[in-house]
């Protein structure tokens, strides 16, 4: 059994329990396209990337184990001043990412070869006593652990045991499991009784993780006790203040997330495993109320989140102006991770429906379909062009969403004493232990038809249980065997239990109808315009796909006229849609008496997946649009 990247204590109370890596295999759809784009390119295009920049050569200058060969891995010559302190991290989201990416896609051999020669690598690098981070090594190694608040050690660390656990997990390598483990001994011999916490959280989770796999307590009191530190003001007020690193209240009292986002939402995780794992009521109970008030007022309909630049932040509640929105792609990737960690402790639909989209939209847009360029930030309306990048001289998000993409096979389904739970629906096939063995045939999320028939089953009677999405909830049917079905319907799921036998098949059918939605009148930003969405995706109108032009002249027809059409990515479809194009007129003054007729043209234009955006050329973009009809 391969443990996937979460995988709570035996003795931790969980309302599902995750599947290990590997039980289920995507056969097909848009997350089949993601992944093996992912594999076959992206993380090529990674270790390039990682090369070309040095961050690779940072840890061949330090190490006797390195190799030396400077044209292989990269400038030895000196260390670049420019680069950041965090960059470690990269290289260690990179190797897990080839890590999770083999349990199922092939990886080019030479992407396999070169991040083996990491892995020494990156052993070779470490101190004698354990510590590791090239920018304090190799700059100044007495400023090490001198600047907690932004010198990112423990954050960098945290990538470090996650890919190692992942190389442990996947490969049964454990060379850099061990290089990790040495830095956390250090780092809990030297903080464990200390009222140290890191400004940029990450190792928490890490930690809890570490803790799992290895049996030893140490790590996940060192996790536990971190997240109870917080809000002492040890960390100050730095530059953008104490709510930026959330250390401006403790995190039990937090009523939802505030400051850096990604920095908030890597806290909530570890602070949910801590939960989970102690079994800590008072902060499950906190955690479970910061994630509704962040669905209630701080996400975007996208599920980014992050509207304010200035520290990379959650505004206000309802602060979500869609083109100043920052949503960088990390963020989407945060809310993921916390909100499955949350899924295993409640049978809640809700979470289900949030983790679609935000992988459907706000974290796939992070990514071109072609895999070579990347979004660091993903507004939802621009005004000129957003192109995607290469890389980035801050490059968090491309290894991230390397990874991401690697594990999204882990959000399918639980198993429980009692039967199988399918939150997210792909083509797969699901080997949920205990003898229950499923494939998943549909053309979800372009069809709304999602069968799950059973090759092998346990003679005892089980339930099947199938997320049903809120925006299909008064408009689904459940069938058995082609026949409709009771089903016991509670949470956003609906159950059939009964003695399932090889070749039975349970139906479930949703209304992918396209629909508009409007946004909150307190979110004053989209105030009179609306979205379009059809069953989890948000779509948008490119420019670059429209045939040029302001998206912002473009109104939707009073009653929808929307057709689906073939899109570039099998398993989802663009939309064909009527529309009013504005005549603008220079009248010298940018505001007009609303008696004044507006003139339009009848138009029709094609509406693409928000997370395609861009992909046809750099361009205004609206998802937002306007509402009212022209004259109207």
């Known amino acids: 059994m391969t443990r996937p990247t979460v995988w709570p204590a035996p003795h931790a109370r969980l309302a599902q329990r995750p599947l290990p890596a590997g039980a289920v295999t995507v056969t097909g759809g848009p997350w089949q396209y993601r992944r093996r784009t992912n594999a076959r390119v992206s993380l090529a295009h990674g270790l390039e990337q990682l090369r070309r920049s040095g961050t690779i050569a940072n840890f061949a200058r330090l190490g006797a184990g390195g190799s030396g060969d400077g044209g292989r891995h990269g400038h030895l010559d000196a260390f670049d001043p420019d680069t950041k302190n965090f960059v470690d991290s990269d290289v260690y989201k990179w190797l897990e990412a080839v890590a999770w990416a083999r349990v199922a896609e092939q990886v080019p051999a030479d992407v396999l070869e070169a991040a083996d020669e990491i892995v020494e690598l990156v052993g ?33 660390l945290g990538h470090l045991i996650q890919a190692g656990l992942a190389w442990q997990r996947v490969r049964g390598d454990d060379r850099l499991l061990k290089t990790g ?19 940029h959280p990450c190792v928490e989770m890490a930690l809890m993780e570490l803790t799992r796999e ?20 040890t960390l100050g007020a730095g530059r953008f203040g104490s709510a930026y690193y959330q250390d401006e209240r403790p995190y039990r009292e937090m009523r939802t997330l505030d400051g850096h986002a990604v920095r ?55 602060e979500l102006p869609p083109d100043a929105a920052y949503c960088e792609t990390c963020a989407a990737i945060g809310l993921v991770m916390w909100s499955w960690r949350l899924q ?99 053309g979800y999320p372009a069809d709304g038809t999602i069968t799950v028939r059973v090759l092998a089953a346990p003679v005892q009677p089980w339930g099947m249980a199938v997320r049903v999405p ?12 082609g026949a409709p079905a009771p089903a016991d319907v509670a949470d956003g799921y609906a159950k059939v239990r009964r003695v399932w036998r090889e070749g039975d098949a349970m139906t479930l059918t949703l209304d992918l109808a396209v629909r508009t939605v409007r946004a909150d009148p307190r979110i004053s930003a989209a105030r009179g315009t609306v979205a379009v969405e059809r069953g989890p995706i948000v779509y948008a109108l490119d420019a670059a796909v429209a045939g040029g032009g302001d998206p912002a002249f473009v109104r939707l027809q009073e009653d929808l006229d929307a057709q689906p059409v073939p899109s570039a990515v099998p398993g989802l479809v663009d939309l064909d849609v009527a ?25 029709r234009v094609r509406l693409v997946p928000f997370a395609h955006a861009g992909n046809a050329g750099a361009g205004p973009l609206r998802t937002w649009l306007g509402a009212t009809p022209a004259g109207g």
């Open 124 to 156: 070779g690098a470490q101190a004698p006593d354990g510590y590791l981070n090239t920018w304090f090594q190799t700059l100044d190694p007495s400023e090490r652990f001198s600047d907690l608040r932004y010198g990112h050690e423990l954050y960098c």
């Open 181 to 199: 483990r040495r830095f956390a001994d250090l780092v809990v011999e030297r903080f464990g009784d200390s009222d140290v916490v890191c400004g």
């Open 214 to 233: 290895t049996g030893e307590p140490q790590y996940a009191r060192l996790a536990a006790a971190m997240i109870d530190r917080r809000g002492r003001g």
């Open 264 to 318: 908030a939402l890597y806290l909530a995780a570890g602070a949910t495993d801590v939960a989970t794992d102690n079994g800590d009521g008072d902060l499950l109970a906190a955690a479970w109320r910061q994630w509704e008030a962040v669905r209630r007022s701080r996400v975007y309909l996208t599920g980014g989140l992050g509207s304010r630049h200035l520290g990379e932040s959650f505004g206000a509640d309802y």
């Open 344 to 442: 295993l402790t409640r049978t809640d639909g809700a979470i289900g429906d949030l983790i679609e989209r935000a992988v459907h939209n706000g974290l796939l847009s992070g990514v071109a379909l072609g895999g070579r360029s990347f979004h660091y930030t993903n507004p939802l309306d621009v005004h000129d062009a957003h192109p995607r990048q290469e890389w980035f001289e801050i490059a968090c998000c491309p290894p991230n969403v390397m990874r991401a993409i690697a594990t999204l096979d882990q959000l399918v389904a639980t198993e429980t004493d009692d039967g199988v739970q399918l939150h997210q629906y792909v083509p797969a096939r699901i080997d949920a232990g205990r003898g229950r063995v499923l494939t998943v045939e549909t």
């Open 470 to 481: 809120a925006w299909s909830a008064q408009r689904f049917a459940v069938a058995v065997n």
């Open 579 to 603: 529309v009013l194009r504005e005549r603008l007129r220079d009248a010298g003054w940018p505001y007009l008496d609303t008696a004044d007729p507006v003139a339009g043209v009848a138009a």
